[in-house]
């Protein structure tokens, strides 16, 4: 079974619209870490927003948030007000459990969903 | 503050020769990690170390591959030989805690 599902591959939405990009995962571990990063035509991978399994309330980050429903096992990104440079490809990206003695553990990412903002 | 530097930015090489991706992490970042990006497999994870120290290695594809760090601030990625379904961008990527921070990276045709 696949431990990030993104269900929408593409997305068009037009500019100064809410949008919301699906992501549910899959694990057994009571702790981990969901991320969701922007990766521009340019090709880097910009980290956007992070949520704590432990995390008692949605992270937020300037026009991004993460509506984390746990029970449900999603962490969907909303992203307000759009806008073209908003455009781009999307992942979403787990962390499971934690190294004793602290360190950082590798992500497993969806297969993202490419969003196109229109004028 | 720098970010995750790595180099080259492309390659074009022909199979069978020995490729090198080098990747220098952010200062203070205590993990360093190798992912690999194709359209067919998406962003996979390959190797990631701690403190210089190899973690997880399950993910690197075959006994071609091989990453090293020798110290905190230098990791290399080496496949030997290359082969053509080795074409791929190769991401590396450093942290302290979380989030991960990602390089621009390597562009790697093999021809």
């Known amino acids: 079974a696949q431990k990030i599902t993104q269900t929408q591959p593409g997305m068009f939405v037009q500019e100064k619209e809410a949008v919301t990009l699906d992501c549910t995962y899959d694990?057994?571990?009571?702790?981990?870490?969901l991320f969701w990063y922007k990766q521009p035509s340019s090709g880097e991978m910009i980290f956007l927003i992070y949520?704590?399994?432990?995390?008692?309330q949605n992270a937020t980050e300037g026009r991004y948030s993460l509506n984390f429903q746990k029970a449900r096992k999603s962490a969907n990104l909303v992203i307000s007000a759009s806008q073209l440079g908003d455009s781009a490809m999307y992942f979403c990206?787990?962390?499971?459990?934690?190294?004793?003695?602290?360190?950082?553990?590798?992500?497993?990412f969806g297969k993202g969903t490419h969003l196109i903002i229109q004028p | 503050d720098a970010g995750v530097i790595q180099s080259p930015r492309h390659e074009v090489t022909e199979m069978g020769q020995e490729v090198t991706l080098r990747c220098k992490p952010i200062?203070?970042?205590?993990?360093l990690f190798w992912y690999r990006q194709t359209m067919m497999r998406g962003l996979e994870l390959l190797i990631y170390?701690?403190?210089?120290?190899?973690?997880?290695d399950s993910g690197m594809p075959e006994d071609r591959f091989s990453a090293k760090m020798p110290n905190a601030s230098f990791s290399t990625l080496k496949i030997q030989p290359s082969e053509p379904r080795d074409s791929a961008v190769y991401f590396c990527?450093?942290?302290?805690?979380?989030?991960?921070?990602f390089g621009d990276g390597t562009r790697l045709s093999i021809l």
């Open positions: 170390f701690n403190n210089n120290v190899p973690i997880d």
């Open positions: 949520q704590g399994s432990y995390d008692q």
């Open positions: 990206a787990m962390r499971e459990g934690r190294l004793a003695g602290g360190g950082a553990d590798g992500l497993t």
């Open positions: 990527a450093s942290s302290f805690e979380q989030p991960q921070h």
């Open positions: 694990t057994s571990d009571p702790s981990y870490g």
């Open positions: 200062s203070g970042h205590n993990s």
